[in-house]
């Protein structure tokens, strides 16, 4: 073979003649993008992505790019004295420029709404998707990804991502939170050890203070990433805000235990009854050697009712009074009370006062109902359990003496909507002479929270320490850095009070600076957020998707009636059942793309910066998406004609055609259809660029999850494929093979790549069975007994009727190794060449 | 296979016999079709019109259990024509002669009559092949499954050294193996006659050689075959039984006796990853782990020795066959009864999967393999993950492996030709069976259906048996395409629906023996080769009737 030498971007290489530029480019290092390169099988229509520059072109006689003095690297032969240039400046502009075109009309969505809106930015549709599927176990370990309390938020959460579910244009919005409660109290009732995979350990010590949502997120992703960390809480048990904030009827106490415990378990210490400022400062922590602190201590401050005579007995704040009511506190709350405020707490608030079994609870506020800062949803369930509403209305005074049947006199003053300020919202404004009444017992008063009272007390950090006029902490929304070298805060105690998934993603963005101080390294780049969609908001959203899909009505969630419900503190809402949990996640309409990690348009469009807001994308379908083949799903609106299924096809059982090419060469009139001869080998869809081409079973979008390339050989055939699996937690994804390695080189059947639904099938074995009584049922034993039992009998037969009255019988299913343990123990143990394979058969 | 599996796109010429390549070896019959594109010439020999037929330069289409008669005709018209190579033959191999005089009378009429094949193919097939430079033969269960099994295989291997077609690229002797460790299960001796590298162990020196690496004495009287066990236990001389990731219910040919023999077993373990119908008649069954559940090795066709890695943990409380059969022997020559057991490695993997597992592990028990076989001396499972896959023989940790063997001499020095005697299938075709039963696999099914049954793609595609039946036959028995048909055999009679196709021919029905609802094996015949046991599952006298509505 003769050689050649070149260069590549001003530096000299040595080749094998013969090949093109895009390999030599490869063997020499430099990786060339492309969208439309098969090895050994040339393109004719070039995606021109592989463009390269080539000095004195003209020499070489070749055909340029259209529009450009540029080359298609995977055509053009690398020949002997060639400089060729692929990083130059209009190489990047040509490629820019054809990935723009190109995106322009690649239509699809790269992530559901859903996952885009969430705040913890859960991989949503990958869990729907698992549920749908049956893999419970994983589902739950992909929420835990990203939210160490699926439990709780389960429970609570406000829901962001169901109000952009595009299901709401065919009917109604998945019940996604119900979805996410479902799978962990499955695998709470399943006795499922997640053993969630740690770092290895860094020798970090990170302390944690407050042992509510944000301390317990920041603990938990902190252990994860190999570090040691101490949560230090006030109080006598962890939880914060989900103990002491939420009542029994939304968060169980034994859930929230569970839910605590399951993150403990993986090693974080935890010392109580330990108040910062009071039992230990700053500088403690760090002369006891901690390398950072983060400060997750929630809004636990109540704001005063302050209103003359605010301070009588049977006047309380909002957090105090649940705290009373969560630690069980025995209360004299009289018949009738008032509750201040419109947040969601004091809503839980007025809630626990029926659960008291007041006659009356009413709920004073200023504005409408529409304007109460609680969501919508609580606050139907608490009207449902028979709260009233003051609407309107706002308190003046506590002073005057109370009736005869009642403890206190609120006075409260009518109030109306002024004029719109300069952002457009209306003032309210007291109604003159509209002066009102309300007798009752007990008043709670909920308007707001925030972390520290005044300044915080402790030492000379503490002091220093910059906190915010409202009283919260203030820290970098960079690198959730307080003021204080190395000390670090997140959720409600920077924010004020949030739903609870806005604390774990606080905590968790915090956590992982965190990780990037005390390693000294720098924090790993943030997702992209470029994102192909198919409408951002519903309007832009086009009605031809969602044709022939039909109509079916959410699942209702199982609750006790309001009426019984407000009797007493058990939980309202039951949890969906299995069935019910299959049902729901089969309405979800999959609108992220499954090849969300293998598409690699999205990959050069992120890398080469295609904005897409300014170039445009997609944005109707052209073409009806085809899921009549019955492993591969056809999205005709994604493929960028890169014809690479064509090439990749053994069978020739591929059609696809353009009824014509634009003047920039993408398809119009595209037709990709299986013909009756494909064998549903697969290799089309491994080489799809975009995800045009989908495996159906690949359900389950993965999105920057940790996932393992498992090298090992098919259990099928004799051929003994090589395999890669993709496998995530305990679940294998899809089986692919490497076009490099041998026997298969890239080739698999039907079975290799589509076979695998077995291992994780419910029909699994999982115990040993043995039958107690011949002719009895076969019932589930421990191995101790199966193993006896075994050894037992065996040894029986060999006394009574000899070695060779015992028969082994192998299989070519089993490894060498088995096989070879398996006749030695015959010939050995029991002494009988009496050992066979399946081989005849 | 004497050959490798990259060598196929390098034949000139391959015969294909008793192979539904494209169905059971999908892969291998991709380097097939590559070979045929780059010009080589196809000749397949089967009864059924399969895949491959459409691509062949010759079709031999025979009756089924008539492939003897063919190859010899085959060996024929070769000597005949004197195109065998008259230098391999002479440097290579003895009794030519003792072959020739065999053939003399096999001439392509005598094989017409037999085979239902034209004189004329089988002159054409035979000069073709032999006129190659490079012709490869490739085989599988349509070749074995009979009771002359081992005589058909000696036949091919006439025709391959007839023609010099052994010990270089592109060419050989090759068995495709059905089964993806079928190869490294022979090669650990799972065989009652044989120890580990095909040693016999009638053979002293060969158990000496056992019995100083297990510490332990050998027997020496050859065991009894899976074949001669069913009615050994039936005879009163087999009382238990421990069966591996097998399903015999299912897969032995006349099942119904298999099913029978392992009722009345006193004792029988088995041990799977699912509950087979053999698992049902256990009195223990033990769970064990799937390839992706475990570490070690298979040893695909072509003797290449692959790692099998641990993708994810056993379910519940299954293990690793390896710590099974670890388990058991501790507890029958150590341990006593109710000790609690503990695992020799208890860990958690990358994804939060747990695994137990008992020693010795699998890199071990390699490591004693590569001691007692010097074709493995030179493999590791550490060499395995460096370098991936090795052919053996591999005697030394330099030694690249062996694509191609028997390249510069035979293991017995000169390779022997066998003078065959075509002897007929046991069952034949009578006015009370008088159709021929073969059966086979499909590609969207394997083997007992146990893992593809469960894979929704698979199961989807080919959902449910059916009985292969040609347009003439349908028609004299009126059956309509799809209605429902009852197929009995002297052993058995299963219910299936009836497809009608010239995939067969007259007199010729095909039933896959994947589906568990309409068992093939409960019709076909046990009856076994007389050398390897071999069942004769691939013919066997069966009638199709309507079943009244």
């Known amino acids: ?841 | 296979m004497s050959n490798d599996i990259a060598g196929i796109e390098d034949n000139e010429v391959l015969l294909v016999i008793g192979s539904n390549t494209s169905e059971a070896h999908p892969v291998i019959a991709l380097r097939m079709m590559r070979a045929v594109k780059k010009g080589a010439k196809l000749l397949v020999v089967d009864p059924r019109a399969i895949e491959l037929t459409r691509s062949a330069r010759v079709w031999l289409r025979q009756r089924p259990g008539t492939d003897g008669a063919l190859i010899n005709a085959m060996c024929h018209v070769i000597i005949r024509d004197d195109l065998h190579d008259k230098k391999f033959v002479a440097e290579r191999t003895e009794n030519f002669e003792q072959l020739r005089q065999a053939v003399t009378d096999c001439t392509p009429q005598w094989a017409e009559k037999i085979t239902g094949v034209p004189a004329a193919d089988i002159e054409e097939a035979a000069r073709i092949y032999a006129r190659a430079q490079r012709a490869g033969i490739y085989y599988t269960m349509g070749i074995t499954q009979h009771t002359s099994g081992t005589d058909n295989v000696r036949a091919l291997a006439n025709l391959a050294l007839l023609t010099g077609n052994l010990g270089k690229t592109g060419a050989g002797l090759n068995p495709l193996r059905g089964q993806n460790n079928v190869q490294g299960s022979s090669d650990m001796a799972c065989v009652p006659s044989l120890l580990p590298g095909y040693r016999a162990v009638t053979d002293p020196e060969a158990r000496r050689h056992f019995e100083e690496i297990w510490g332990m004495p050998v027997p020496a009287e050859p065991g009894l075959t899976a074949t001669e066990t069913m009615p050994a236990i039936l005879d009163g001389r087999v009382s238990g039984m421990w069966i591996m990731g097998e399903n015999p219910v299912l897969s032995d040919p006349n099942s119904g006796h298999a099913e029978k023999a392992l009722k009345k077993l006193e004792f029988l373990v088995v041990q799977d990853i699912f509950l087979t119908a053999t698992a049902e008649l256990a009195d223990v069954v033990l769970p064990a782990a799937c390839f992706a559940e475990k570490d070690g090795t298979f040893t695909n066709t072509e003797r290449r020795v692959q790692r099998v890695r641990r993708a994810v943990a056993p379910p519940g409380e299954a293990m690793d066959d390896l710590s099974i059969i670890n388990l058991v022997t501790a507890r029958m020559i150590g341990n006593k009864p109710g000790m609690t057991i503990r695992p020799d490695q208890e860990f958690t993997l990358p994804g939060g999967g747990r695994c137990r597992v008992f020693a010795p592990l699998p890199e071990e028990v390699f490591a004693e393999i590569s001691r007692a076989w010097p074709h493995l001396a030179g493999v590791s499972h550490q060499r395995l993950d460096r370098e991936g896959g090795l052919q053996w023989p591999c005697p030394d940790p330099e030694h690249p492996g062996t694509p191609i063997l028997f390249v510069d001499s035979f293991p017995v020095g000169r390779a022997k030709f066998t003078a065959v005697t075509w002897n007929g299938p046991k069952e034949v075709t009578d006015p009370e069976y008088p159709l021929i039963l073969t059966t086979g696999r499909l590609l969207y099914q394997y083997h007992t259906g146990t893992m593809t049954r469960r894979s929704r793609v698979l199961e989807e595609s080919a959902p449910a048996p059916f009985v292969e039946l040609h347009p003439r036959d349908a028609e004299a028995l009126s059956l309509a395409d799809g209605e429902m048909v009852r197929a009995t055999s002297r052993r058995g009679a299963i219910t299936l629906p009836v497809l009608i196709t010239e995939r067969v021919e007259p007199g010729v029905v095909f039933i896959p023996f994947h589906y568990h609802e309409a068992a093939a094996n409960l019709l076909t015949n046990d009856a076994l080769d007389p050398v390897c046991k071999i069942p004769e599952a691939k013919v066997c006298a069966v009638r199709i009737e309507k079943i009244a509505a």
């Open chain 1, 1 to 841: 073979m003769s050689r050649i030498t070149l260069k590549l971007n001003g530096m000299e290489v040595v080749a094998e003649s013969g090949l093109t530029v895009l390999e030599v480019a490869r063997r020499a290092g430099i990786a060339i993008p492309t969208l439309c390169h098969f090895k050994n099988r040339p393109a004719d229509h070039h995606c021109g992505i592989c463009a390269v520059e080539i000095a004195d072109a003209q020499r070489f006689k070749l055909q340029p790019l259209p529009g450009a003095d540029l080359f298609p690297a995977c055509a053009v032969e690398a020949v002997a004295g060639m400089e060729v240039q692929t990083e130059s400046k209009p190489v990047i502009a040509y490629r820019q420029h054809r990935l723009a075109t190109l995106s322009q009309t690649h239509f699809g969505d790269c992530k559901a709404p859903c996952n885009l809106t969430c705040p913890g930015q859960i991989n949503v549709q990958g869990y729907i998707a698992h549920i749908a599927k049956g893999e419970y176990e994983e589902a739950l370990r992909l929420i835990m990804e990203r939210n160490p309390l699926p439990f709780s938020v389960g429970r609570v959460c406000p829901r962001f991502c169901e109000t952009r579910c595009r299901r709401i244009l065919v009917d109604e919005s998945l019940s996604i939170n119900h979805l996410k409660r479902f799978v962990a109290d499955w695998c709470r009732a399943h006795e499922i050890e997640l053993n969630i995979p740690k770092e290895r350990p860094t020798g970090k010590r990170v302390a944690v203070i407050g042992g509510g949502p944000a301390g317990l997120t920041a603990a938990y992703f902190l252990t994860r990433m190999g570090h040691d960390a101490t949560i230090f809480e006030a109080a006598p048990r962890l939880g914060g805000a989900l103990r002491y904030g939420f009542p029994d009827y939304k968060i169980p106490k034994d859930v929230l235990d569970y839910e605590v415990d399951s993150i403990l378990k993986m090693g974080i210490s935890i010392r109580l009854n330990q108040r910062w400022g009071k039992d230990f400062t700053l500088q403690d922590l760090r002369d006891q050697g901690f390398d950072a602190t983060f400060l997750g201590i929630g809004a636990t401050v109540d704001q005063n009712l302050d209103i003359p005579c605010d301070r009588f007995e049977n006047v309380y704040t909002a957090l105090q009074f649940l705290r009373l009511v969560n630690d069980g506190k025995k209360l004299d709350l009289g018949r009738r009370a008032a509750v201040i405020g419109g947040n969601n707490i004091a809503l839980e608030v007025a809630r626990s006062l029926l659960r008291f079994g007041l006659e009356e609870v009413t709920l004073v506020y200023p504005r409408a109902k529409i304007e109460m800062p609680a969501h919508q949803r609580n606050i139907h369930e608490a009207e449902q359990e028979g709260v009233q509403f003051m609407l309107m209305a706002s308190p003046l005074d506590l002073c005057s003496p109370p009736e005869s049947d009642a403890r206190l006199k609120l006075n409260l003053i009518r109030m109306k909507l002024g004029e719109a300020d300069s952002r457009g919202r209306r003032e309210v404004i007291p109604v003159p002479d509209s002066r009102l009444a309300l007798a009752v017992d007990t008043v709670v008063g909920s308007l707001d929270q925030f972390a520290v009272a005044g300044t915080m007390p402790g030492g000379e950090l503490e002091a220093a320490l910059e906190l915010s006029p409202k009283g919260m902490i203030v820290a970098s929304p960079r690198d959730f850095q307080t003021n204080i070298d190395g000390v670090f805060a997140g959720g409600d105690a920077i924010s004020g009070v949030k739903s609870v998934i806005q604390a774990v993603v606080g905590a968790r963005r915090a956590a992982i600076n965190i990780h990037a101080y005390v390693m000294g390294v720098e924090k790993e780049a943030a997702e992209s957020r470029f994102n192909f969609t198919r409408g951002r908001g519903f309007d832009d959203v086009s009605s031809q998707i969602f044709a022939g899909i039909e109509t079916r009505l959410r699942e209702k969630m199982p609750q006790r009636p309001y009426e019984v419900s407000r009797q007493d503190f058990d939980e309202v809402k039951l949890g969906f059942t299995e069935k019910m949990a299959r049902r729901e996640a089969d309405r979800c309409l999959s609108c992220g793309c499954t090849a969300f990690d293998r598409c690699e348009l999205k990959e050069l469009d992120i890398a080469y910066n295609v904005n897409l807001t300014k170039s445009g994308m997609g944005t109707e379908p052209r073409y009806s998406i085809d899921t009549s083949h019955r492993a591969i799903d056809i999205d005709p609106n994604k493929c960028i004609y890169c014809q690479r299924c064509l090439r990749a096809c053994e069978y020739d059982a591929l059609e696809l055609s353009a009824a014509a090419l634009d003047q920039e060469g993408r398809p119009e009139g595209l037709v990709i259809r299986f013909k009756d001869n494909c064998v549903s080998c697969g290799k089309c869809v491994d080489s799809c660029s975009t995800g045009a081409l989908n495996k159906k079973q690949r359900l389950v979008p993965i999105q920057g999850e940790p996932v393992r390339e498992v090298r090992t050989t098919c259990p099928y055939c004799g051929t003994g494929c090589q395999l890669i699996l993709k496998v995530k937690g305990q679940t294998v994804m899809e089986a692919t093979a490497d076009p490099e390695v041998g026997p298969n080189y890239g080739d698999l059947c039907v079975k290799g790549r589509f076979g695998h639904n077995f291992i994780q099938h419910p029909d699994r074995l999982k115990r040993p069975l043995i039958r107690r009584r011949p002719g009895g049922p076969l019932v589930p034993a421990s191995w101790d007994e199966a193993l006896d039992m075994i050894a037992g009998n065996f040894a029986r037969i060999m006394v009574e009727k000899g070695a060779d009255a015992l028969v082994g019988l192998s299989s070519a299913r089993c490894t060498v190794e088995e096989n070879y343990a398996f006749q030695k123990f015959f010939r050995t143990v029991v002494g009988t060449n009496n050992v066979d394979h399946c081989a005849r058969y």
